[in-house]
């Protein structure tokens, strides 16, 4: 267990839909990163939460969205679902230089 | 853009062979890290390498970071089929707090 919880851990929608992805980060952790892993592209940083605030924003779609709460969970919003979308998803927290990730979501459009 | 090239994208070697696997960029990094994944998990830090030309040492594996601080290699000694997995490069750029660029990976596979 990394300490890093991913809920749900499979997730099969139909496209159109929007979905919310839930992430808690190790006790501590104030950073959140999530990132998006497709077998064509590799590990994609989708977006950063530091305390609660926006930190860095990667190659997230508009239709894609997250927010960190005051107790540190993180979401992961994404909507108007299309086919291309399903890939795991990932999110890490990190004290330091090295990132701890979650077991991932892994997300189906059909 | 930063981007982390990896080499070679698959690796199928028999139990007790040796192998090197490279992580190339045209940029500077101030630490590379490297991570493996296995199936249905998420990646799990292996090491972080800081100082051009660092040689670190993690029982088989041997990861060394480029003087130039723009390339890392991975090498395992006598593989052994617990080393079947995805192995992932990821670079921490020059400015600080910025997320981690990742490489596309090199999954290795070792046949007993």
């Known amino acids: 267990d990394s300490g890093v919880t991913q809920t749900p851990k499979h997730l099969i929608t139909a496209t159109g839909q929007r979905v919310t992805l839930r992430c808690s980060p190790r006790s501590g952790d104030l950073s959140v990163y999530w990132y998006q892993q497709s077998l064509d592209q590799g590990l994609q940083f989708l977006i950063q939460?530091?305390?609660?605030?926006?930190?860095a924003k990667g190659n997230i779609l508009e239709r894609f969205s997250a927010q960190q709460f005051p107790d540190l969970h993180s979401e992961l919003n994404l909507s108007s679902l299309e086919l291309g979308d399903s890939a795991l998803y990932f999110c890490?927290?990190?004290?330091?230089?090295?990132?701890?990730f979650g077991s991932g979501t892994r997300l189906t459009v059909v | 853009t930063q981007l982390l090239e990896q080499s070679p994208q698959f690796l199928s070697i028999q139990e007790g062979e040796n192998l090197t696997v490279y992580c190339n960029s045209s940029s500077v990094f101030s630490s590379l890290q490297w991570y493996r994944q296995e199936p249905g998990e998420g990646p799990v830090l292996l090491v972080t390498?800081?100082?051009?030309?660092e040689v670190k040492k993690l029982k088989r594996l041997t990861f060394q970071f480029g003087d130039a601080r723009k390339d890392s290699s991975l090498h395992i000694t006598a593989a052994q089929p617990g080393d079947t997995g995805l192995y992932l490069c990821a670079g921490a750029g020059l400015s600080g707090n910025t997320p981690l660029v990742f490489g596309k990976g090199t999954r290795l596979s070792v046949i007993a």
């Open positions: 939460y530091y305390n609660g605030e926006e930190r």
């Open positions: 390498v800081v100082t051009g030309g």
């Open positions: 890490a927290s990190s004290v330091g230089m090295g990132y701890t």
